[in-house]
């Protein structure tokens, strides 16, 4: 069987948790909990791709283990028994994997947790789901409330404030013309919360700023943008590098986006979602 794993410490690893472990959320870290420093990695298996709450290269400021990166369609076609035999071939001193109660693997889903230890000489440590309020704490979840701009119950799965980060790319140019002046983000890597317009921090040359960030299509020219427009009165005194890398912090969702057919009229409601930006961080802070 061919080897798939790039990682180079394999025989180092005794304990490998599986999953996906979009976000590292708060369920996440219940697996992570039967983890050791010195022997234990996580095999990430990468199903999101460019659609993640957390990048790939964003997961080891989270995660104090060793990261292992699989793409889902190198594995999708091995049965479940294969899938097992291939770990224990990469990783020969594997003896203990850690799953959530709902992990399945091997083509269609076939094998269960309960499954593994029966199809295999490792041992299973099942991890129940880590529940809130009554219901599983899921990367599914989690995106569902993004996706309703529900940015507290997020938050509180997460274990975290939600942000996105990427690097500031030039905008239309009329913010700073006719309206106000944006930061332009590039965020392609992640999964973005709700279109429309929010109260937000602005996290940049090692300064948190407060400011109102919009998600969607541009009234001026119908391309979709992420940009935010910094509220804090110092932030002029910054300059800013070529590619400058930001990261957005969502805190409150403000408004539904509108279609505006005159510029006066997109004027006057950003006065207004900067106005109740202001309020909505000078509360939630």
Same mark, same amino acid.
């Given at each position: 069987?061919?080897? @798939?794993?790039?990682?180079?410490q394999?025989?180092?690893?005794?304990?490998?948790?599986?999953?996906?472990? #979009?976000?590292?959320h708060?369920?996440?870290?219940?697996?992570?909990?039967?983890?050791?420093?010195?022997?234990?990695?996580?095999?990430?298996?990468?199903?999101?791709?460019?659609?993640?709450?957390?990048p790939?290269? /964003?997961?080891?400021?989270?995660?104090?283990?060793?990261?292992?990166?699989?793409?889902?369609? &190198?594995?999708k076609?091995?049965? $479940?028994?294969?899938f097992?035999? %291939? %770990?224990?071939?990469?990783?020969? *001193?594997?003896?203990t994997?850690?799953?959530?109660?709902?992990?399945?693997?091997?083509?269609?889903?076939?094998?269960?947790?309960? #499954?593994?230890?029966?199809m295999?000489?490792?041992?299973? @440590? @099942?991890?129940? #789901?880590?529940?809130?309020?009554?219901?599983?704490?899921?990367?599914? /979840?989690?995106?569902?409330?993004? +996706?309703?701009?529900?940015?507290?119950?997020?938050?509180i799965?997460?274990g975290?404030?939600?942000?996105?980060?990427?690097?500031?790319?030039?905008?239309?140019?009329?913010?700073?013309?006719?309206?106000?002046?944006?930061?332009?983000?590039?965020?392609?890597?992640?999964?973005?919360?709700?279109?429309?317009?929010?109260?937000?921090?602005?996290?940049?040359?090692?300064?948190i700023?407060? &400011?109102? &960030?919009?998600?969607?299509? +541009? &009234?001026? #020219?119908? !391309?979709?943008?992420? =940009?935010?427009?910094?509220?804090? =009165?110092?932030? $002029?005194?910054? /300059?800013? *590098? !070529? *590619?400058?890398?930001?990261?957005?912090?969502?805190?409150?969702?403000?408004r539904? *986006?509108?279609?505006?057919?005159?510029?006066s009229?997109?004027?006057?409601?950003?006065? !207004?979602?900067?106005?109740?930006?202001?309020?909505?961080?000078?509360?939630?802070?």
């Amino acid at each position: 069987m061919s080897s @798939i794993f790039t990682f180079t410490q394999k025989q180092s690893i005794e304990i490998l948790a599986l999953g996906c472990f #979009d976000g590292l959320h708060l369920g996440h870290k219940e697996l992570l909990k039967h983890l050791k420093p010195h022997n234990s990695a996580l095999l990430v298996i990468d199903k999101f791709q460019n659609d993640r709450l957390v990048p790939k290269e /964003k997961m080891s400021e989270l995660c104090e283990f060793k990261l292992i990166f699989v793409d889902f369609k &190198s594995i999708k076609e091995f049965s $479940a028994r294969d899938f097992l035999e %291939l %770990l224990q071939s990469e990783f020969v *001193n594997l003896n203990t994997v850690v799953v959530g109660e709902d992990f399945r693997f091997g083509k269609d889903r076939a094998g269960g947790a309960l #499954d593994i230890e029966k199809m295999s000489k490792l041992r299973a @440590i @099942i991890v129940p #789901d880590f529940e809130f309020k009554g219901f599983s704490v899921h990367s599914k /979840k989690i995106k569902e409330f993004l +996706r309703s701009g529900d940015i507290r119950l997020a938050n509180i799965l997460l274990g975290r404030d939600y942000a996105v980060e990427g690097a500031v790319i030039s905008g239309q140019g009329l913010g700073s013309k006719e309206l106000v002046p944006t930061l332009n983000l590039d965020s392609k890597n992640y999964f973005l919360p709700k279109n429309g317009v929010w109260a937000s921090l602005c996290e940049l040359g090692g300064q948190i700023f407060k &400011s109102v &960030s919009f998600i969607g299509l +541009r &009234s001026t #020219d119908g !391309k979709f943008s992420v =940009e935010s427009h910094i509220l804090d =009165e110092n932030f $002029a005194n910054l /300059k800013l *590098n !070529k *590619n400058e890398k930001i990261t957005l912090i969502f805190k409150e969702f403000l408004r539904e *986006n509108k279609h505006f057919d005159e510029l006066s009229a997109l004027k006057a409601q950003i006065q !207004k979602d900067c106005e109740n930006a202001l309020l909505a961080l000078k509360e939630g802070l």
